[in-house]
């Protein structure tokens, strides 16, 4: 087990309809699943996203990918999610209600030195204005201190994208004077100021039954928010259980 104590993922991911059922390792907010990204999924949108969408259980829209994730991109994010210590796990976000699912964004972390790990995401167009972005970064945020390694998540945007600012501001992050990004971009931090031992909802299961029950914890303003746990509290892995990798 790696020193984070979260076990390395150990499942399979189908690629064809013939393939059983594996559902891959995912969070879960209040109306979003995001589902982990794998070097077979990141191949299957650059090449097939029917297959994309067969293997998330999700309708995707005719304007997917969002800005950014283009095939440059999802290059970089095999190789990455190829790479055991590269301290990288990207999501697919899918939007679940009223029976379906659509596939609205994507983001994920990547560790840039033991104790910080940098934040990215995107998410299409029409589904923005919504509260579901920032909906997705309290959850990644609290994915990644779940590292008790972790005192730090950083994110680089644009100064002219008002609305990823906004989403960053009301996750608790504050400007960063930092030489890291990309050029012209601006740097946002958040620190580790709070208990964060609490289990986000990590689901996991070889069909589209037999999840392990959530259970309701305090969120950040007092209010409820439902959060699932494994009967080990990700502590040591049973035979049919799967978790997120090391970050």
């Known amino acids: 087990m790696p020193r984070s104590g979260l076990p390395e993922p150990a499942y399979p991911l189908p690629l064809q309809r013939r393939h059983l059922w594996v559902r891959p390792v995912s969070l879960r907010t209040a109306r979003l699943e995001l589902l982990l990204g794998t070097p077979a999924l990141f191949k299957l949108d650059i090449e097939?996203?029917?297959?994309?969408g067969h293997c998330l259980d999700a309708d995707v829209p005719t304007t997917w990918p969002p800005e950014f994730m283009d095939e440059k991109t999802l290059g970089e994010f095999i190789t990455l999610s190829s790479d055991p210590n590269s301290g990288f796990s990207s999501f697919y976000w899918v939007l679940r209600g009223g029976g379906e699912r659509t596939l609205i964004?994507?983001?994920?972390?990547?560790?840039?030195?033991p104790e910080r790990v940098m934040i990215g995401y995107a998410i299409l167009e029409e589904w923005q204005g919504r509260g579901l972005g920032t909906e997705a970064i309290?959850?990644?945020?609290?994915?990644a201190?779940?590292?008790p390694g972790v005192e730090q998540v950083v994110a680089y945007t644009y100064p002219d994208r008002l609305a990823s600012i906004r989403v960053?501001?009301?996750?608790?992050?504050?400007?960063?004077?930092?030489?890291g990004g990309d050029p012209g971009t601006i740097a946002f931090e958040r620190r580790r100021s709070r208990n964060?031992?609490?289990p986000v909802e990590v689901k996991t299961g070889?069909?589209?039954?037999?999840?392990?029950?959530?259970?309701?914890?305090?969120?950040?303003?007092?209010?409820?928010r439902r959060r699932g746990r494994d009967q080990d509290e990700l502590g040591a892995p049973s035979r049919s259980t799967t978790y997120v990798k090391k970050l």
């Open 48 to 52: 097939d996203r029917t297959a994309l």
């Open 105 to 113: 964004g994507s983001g994920g972390i990547l560790r840039e030195s």
């Open 138 to 143: 309290d959850t990644l945020v609290e994915f």
């Open 145 to 147: 201190f779940r590292d």
């Open 168 to 179: 960053l501001e009301k996750n608790g992050f504050t400007p960063y004077e930092t030489d």
């Open 196 to 198: 964060m031992d609490e």
């Open 206 to 224: 070889s069909n589209r039954r037999g999840w392990n029950a959530a259970r309701t914890s305090p969120s950040l303003d007092g209010q409820q």
